[in-house]
């Protein structure tokens, strides 16, 4: 009798350490790794101090979230989509576009291409050689480019962006008008969900402004509409936007500079966090009680779907 209950007991324990390791198991399962890219800012834009892991703050909401990795993006994939129906003169821009080809670290991979049609058009495929990319840069087609939408163009370039798990940026130089919705209200209906498809997979968006060759895209109005939705688009996932007035810059080269800086000065950070059945974006917010730093993170960061 004696060995029966004890033989019973033990059924016992071992039922209830499986129910524990399962749920243990369930709880693991939840919680599923996110990773988001910092970039750290110095006042007026100057180099920045040396972030460590133990100087950042997260937050989701109100809720402080626990740092589970901080680290160096050494490698980046960076690409550049110069809208095809841009004014040819931007080509006398070119060469500041080599020297910021030039200025990237060896551990950078530069890929060109062309906004047309609504598709990303391969100028050169991702190379750590950057003078074969310098090779790409090209005169735009104008007025004999399709005059379609940059935010569709970002989309399929988004879809086909190597390097997931490393730090990604797409550099757009665009007049940011969407011909093929027309633009006529507010924002294009192709913004939100190049925004949210970028957020998604953890990629930067630099914007450059530059007029395009249709008498269309000279109203101020329209331009006005175009740079806001630039700004936003940059702003949300994590970049910056760049533009003076209506007209071409004298020089790229001060926001290429600066574009630079911010490249590098990024990490990753990654965070434990669970986006339900479906996956959800979170608002996030990343803090320092260091002197003389601030941080540019995307608005928004997608939790994926727990297993």
Do not use: C
Request: glycine share 10%; net charge neutral; no cysteine.
């Amino acid at each position: 009798m004696g060995k029966s209950r004890f033989s019973i007991g033990l059924s016992y324990f071992l039922a209830a350490a499986l129910a524990i390791a399962g749920l243990s198991a369930t709880v693991a399962r939840a919680a599923e790794t996110v990773t988001t890219t910092v970039t750290a800012v110095g006042k007026k834009n100057s180099q920045p101090p040396s972030v460590k892991k133990e100087d950042v703050e997260l937050y989701q909401g109100r809720e402080r979230m626990q740092v589970a990795n901080w680290r160096r993006g050494e490698t980046l994939f960076l690409a550049v989509l110069i809208d095809d129906s841009l004014d040819q003169t931007i080509a006398s821009q070119w060469n500041d576009v080599r020297a910021f080809f030039m200025a990237q670290a060896p551990t950078t991979y530069i890929g060109v291409f062309y906004g047309r049609n609504g598709t990303a058009m391969v100028g050169q495929d991702f190379t750590k050689d950057h003078e074969l990319a310098t090779k790409a840069l090209r005169i735009p087609y104008g007025g004999y480019g399709a005059f379609t939408s940059p935010y569709l163009s970002l989309r399929d370039l988004v879809k086909r962006m190597p390097g997931d798990g490393e730090r990604r940026s797409i550099l757009l130089i665009s007049s940011g008008i969407d011909y093929f919705r027309g633009n006529f209200g507010p924002t294009s209906p192709d913004l939100d969900p190049t925004i949210e498809s970028a957020q998604k997979g953890n990629i930067n968006i630099w914007t450059l402004y530059a007029p395009d060759a249709g008498h269309g895209g000279r109203g101020f109005f329209r331009v006005s509409n175009a740079q806001s939705q630039l700004s936003q688009l940059s702003e949300e996932t994590g970049a910056e936007s760049y533009y003076l007035g209506f007209g071409t810059p004298v020089s790229f080269q001060s926001y290429l500079d600066e574009i630079t800086t911010h490249l590098n000065n990024q990490y990753l950070l990654t965070f434990e966090g669970s986006g339900g059945k479906k996956g959800k974006f979170e608002r996030v917010r990343v803090t320092s009680e260091l002197q003389g730093v601030e941080f540019m993170t995307p608005s928004l960061v997608f939790l994926p779907k727990s297993e």
